[in-house]
């Protein structure tokens, strides 16, 4: 690799940290006529930038705002890039969906571990806002899901998520799927008390978690 290579990569990792979309963009598109490959970009630019940038979540010096830029901004690379990636689908690194639960209409935080998780190689069915139980059922039974993750900002949707767990007991799936939650009012008395796998506190926790689930697999 030389000076030039190294010198976009370090750009690509710069923006990227900083959240500014459509400087990476520009970025990814020239350091793709150099003689860096997709994988190269992917890995060495945008995915270790989101690793300082969850280190930095973790140690304070970023909250939300910054860490949800930086992934808009990954995000919009990655996809430029997607088309390049060769045979992308036998690096997948594993499938999960994720929902926010019933009655529950906000999305930022679902968002940004949706983000987080397809930076991370991950492939993720986002089911969106206001999902009822079944269709968490539903896409365990007919898409072979192993891991699920719940999540909700109001306390009154909370009980939505033992409502998931209860169904997927009802339709004989509970044993073969990874069940994680998460939530500005959830903790991790909630989630043992409806029988969850998982608490992930924050995205950045989340995406860990599930590196390290889909590790033993």
């Known amino acids: 690799m030389n000076a030039d290579t190294t010198n976009i990569l370090d750009s690509i990792y710069e923006t990227v940290v900083a959240g500014d ?3 990476v963009l520009t970025l990814v598109k020239q350091a793709l006529a150099t003689d860096l490959t997709p994988q190269e970009i992917l890995d ?17 010096e970023f909250f939300v705002p910054e860490m949800l830029l930086a992934a808009r901004a990954m995000k919009n690379g990655m996809n430029y890039l997607k088309p390049y990636l060769v045979d992308e689908a036998s690096k997948n690194k594993g499938r999960l969906a994720l ?17 987080l998780m397809e930076s991370a190689g991950f492939e993720v069915i986002d089911l969106g806002v206001d999902v009822p139980p079944d269709a968490f059922v539903e896409v365990v039974r007919d898409e072979a899901i192993e891991i699920i ?19 997927l007991h009802q339709a004989d799936l509970r044993e073969g799927v990874t069940v994680m939650v998460g939530g500005a009012p959830v903790t ?8 969850a ?7 950045n926790q989340a995406v860990k978690l599930v590196k390290s689930l889909f590790d033993k697999t």
Request: net charge negative.
């Open 149 to 167: 993750g719940m999540s909700c900002l109001l306390t009154t949707t909370m009980p939505a998520m033992k409502e998931v767990i209860n169904q």
């Open 188 to 195: 991790q008395d909630f989630a043992d008390h409806i029988g």
């Open 21 to 23: 979309q459509n400087t």
């Open 197 to 203: 796998d998982h608490f992930a506190p924050d995205a």
């Open 44 to 60: 060495d630019g945008m995915i270790q930038a989101m690793a300082e940038v969850g280190d930095l979540f973790e140690s304070g």
């Open 99 to 115: 929902g926010s639960a019933r009655g529950d209409l906000h999305d930022i935080g679902k968002n940004l571990v949706s983000i």
